[in-house]
Nanobody, 125 residues
Framework: VQLQASGGGLVQAGGSLRLSCAAS????????MSWFRQAPGKEREFVAG????????YYATSVKGRFTISRDNAKTTVFLQMNSLRPEDTAIYYC???????????????????WGQGTQVTVSS
């Protein structure tokens, strides 16, 4: 599975960005597709995830109600719509695919086998 993330940038607080993650390869075998982020000096943290077959979605408490994870009908691209952005959302955002991830592992970055290259999101105050 190859993942290509894009869509990051610089935005003012309160603004919006939409991240995309184009997947190729054996995507049908991925049980979960998720977004993580890592700010300088901090650990990589779970942001949002989607069960690839059923479309069920999961969110970190800090982004629930502001971010939305979705996919296209061809199941080749996963999106992260980010609204009401805050300076604390500043980080490098990574998409990840987990063929072997089960729901209890969803929020653990170590459970994911495939990662995109990351895209920088900077929110100014």
């Amino acid at each position: 599975v190859q993942l290509q993330a894009s869509g990051g940038g610089l935005v003012q607080a309160g603004g919006s960005l939409r991240l995309s993650c184009a997947a190729s390869g054996r995507t049908f075998s991925s049980r979960f597709m998720s977004w993580f982020r890592q700010a300088p000096g901090k650990e990589r943290e779970f942001v949002a995830g989607m069960n690839w077959s059923g479309g069920y979605t999961y969110y970190a408490t800090s982004v629930k109600g502001r971010f939305t994870i979705s996919r296209d009908n061809a199941k080749t691209t996963v999106f992260l719509q980010m609204n009401s952005l805050r300076p604390e959302d500043t980080a490098i955002y990574y998409c990840a695919a987990g063929p072997s991830v089960i729901q209890s592992q969803l929020r653990s970055h170590s459970a994911y086998a495939y990662w995109g290259q990351g895209t920088q999101v900077t929110v100014s105050s």
